[in-house]
C-alpha cells in the first residue's frame, strides 16, 4: 500500500543541535512537502520539493534546509536546533494539480531544549 | 489575513446528527481539497472539490467558486466523525496548498 513514512515519530533535541527529520514515499508522486503544525498557525509549508534534486522554499524556510537525494526520500535538517522550531512536523506527498492523492505522514513531534 | 477561513471554529453534536462546515477563501482557487484530522493527528485527505458538489460515503462537498466559498456535509454523524477537519487551497502557485485553520468536530454518543 502506497504510504509516507516520517522518522522518527518523536525527538528531543538540544538548542544548538542538529535535527534530521526523515521522510520517505512509495507513491511515486514527485511532489513532496514538509509541514510544521502550531496552535493557532495551522499547517505552514517549510520547504517542498519537484522530484529528486529539487528542493524549493516554502513560507517559513528560515532555519531549515532541505533534502531530497531521490524520488522516495525528503528529509528537513536543522542545522541549530531553536526552542522556537519545538513543533510537530508533517511530510507529505502528492499533487493537487494531477489530483494525486495527497498523502501525510504520520508526524514528528520535535522538542528543543 | 487569513487567505482560507472556516467556520465555526469548534462543533459539538450528538451522535446522528448532521453537520455543516464553511469554507471561505480569498483568491481564485484552481483546486480545493477537504481534510480530516485525527484527534491522535493523523491527516487525511477526504476529498477533493474545485467546484461543484461532490459525494464520498456520508459526506457531501459543494463549491460555488465564483463566490469563494466551499460547505461540507457530514449526515449522521458518528463519534468516529470528531476530529478537525481543514480546507485548503491551490492558488496556482506552484502547487502549494494554503490550509484553513479547520473545524474542531466533537460528536457525543
Known amino acids: 500500500e502506497a504510504a509516507v513514512t516520517q522518522s522518527p515519530r518523536n525527538k528531543v533535541a538540544v538548542t544548538g543541535g542538529k535535527v534530521t527529520l526523515s521522510c520517505n514515499q512509495t507513491?511515486?508522486?514527485?511532489?513532496m512537502y514538509w509541514y510544521r503544525q502550531d496552535t493557532g498557525h495551522g499547517l505552514r509549508l517549510i520547504h517542498y520539493?519537484?522530484?529528486?534534486?529539487?528542493?524549493e522554499k516554502g513560507d517559513i524556510p528560515d532555519g531549515y534546509k532541505a533534502s531530497r537525494p531521490s524520488q522516495e526520500n525528503f528529509s528537513l535538517i536543522l542545522e541549530l536546533a531553536t526552542p522556537s522550531q519545538t513543533s510537530v512536523y508533517f511530510c507529505?506527498?502528492?499533487?493537487?494539480?494531477?489530483?494525486?492523492?495527497?498523502?501525510f505522514g504520520s508526524g514528528t513531534r520535535l522538542l528543543v531544549i | 489575513g487569513q487567505q482560507v477561513q472556516q467556520s465555526p471554529a469548534s462543533l459539538v453534536l450528538q451522535e446522528g446528527e448532521n453537520a455543516e462546515l464553511q469554507c471561505n477563501f480569498s483568491?481564485?482557487?484552481?483546486?480545493l481539497q477537504w481534510f480530516y484530522q485525527s484527534p491522535g493527528g493523523s491527516l487525511v485527505s477526504l476529498l477533493s472539490?474545485?467546484?461543484?458538489?461532490k459525494h464520498t460515503g456520508r459526506l457531501t462537498s459543494t463549491t460555488v467558486t465564483k463566490e469563494r466559498r466551499s460547505s461540507l456535509h457530514i449526515s449522521s454523524s458518528q463519534t468516529t466523525d470528531s476530529g478537525t477537519y481543514l480546507c485548503?487551497?491551490?492558488?496556482?502557485?506552484?502547487?502549494?496548498?494554503?490550509w484553513g485553520l479547520g473545524t474542531s468536530l466533537v460528536v457525543n454518543p
Open positions: 507513491n511515486n508522486h514527485n511532489n
Open positions: 507529505a506527498s502528492g499533487d493537487v494539480k494531477t489530483n494525486s492523492d495527497y498523502t
Open positions: 483568491s481564485t482557487a484552481t483546486q
Open positions: 472539490n474545485p467546484s461543484g458538489t
Open positions: 520539493s519537484y522530484g529528486a534534486g529539487s528542493t
Open positions: 485548503a487551497i491551490d492558488v496556482g502557485d506552484n502547487s502549494k496548498l494554503i
